[in-house]
């Protein structure tokens, strides 16, 4: 069984920064397709941001993180990374990874639509103004 963990949350100020990351404890050959969650108080969670080392990779973002948000991996360790800056107060939520195996164009194409079989546990993040 795949469990994902999420580190890295916390609070900062508008405008700030933090980096948030998604690690497996179990080899990363069993998903290839990593997809980043959030979902605020009251809301719906939403998908932000898609990340795919299948084939030529690749990444896609919510238009709501595009621009400020940036997806990494380490290839080391498989850890995928959310480099998030220029945080806005409405960006205050928990903050999820989920993980599933598929072909590269169905990731990037679907992802943010997608169910995902693993999932991590969850990291607040709180941006305060």
């Known amino acids: 069984q795949v469990q994902l963990m999420e580190s890295g949350g916390g609070s900062v100020e508008a405008g700030g920064s933090l980096k948030l990351s998604c690690t497996s404890s179990r080899d990363s050959d069993d998903f290839n397709c990593i997809a980043w969650f959030r979902q605020a108080p009251g809301k719906e969670r939403e998908a932000i941001a898609i990340f795919t080392n299948a084939g030529a990779g690749g990444s896609v973002y919510a238009n709501s993180v595009k621009g400020r948000f940036t997806l990494s991996q380490d290839i080391a360790s498989s850890a995928i990374y959310l480099q998030m800056n220029s945080l806005k107060p409405e960006d205050t939520a928990v903050y999820y990874c989920?993980?599933?195996?598929?072909?590269?164009?169905?990731?990037?194409?679907?992802?943010?639509?997608?169910?995902?079989?693993?999932w991590g546990q969850g990291t607040q993040v709180t941006v305060s103004s």
């Open positions: 989920a993980a599933d195996r598929r072909a590269r164009y169905a990731c990037l194409a679907t992802g943010f639509y997608a169910r995902y079989r693993y």
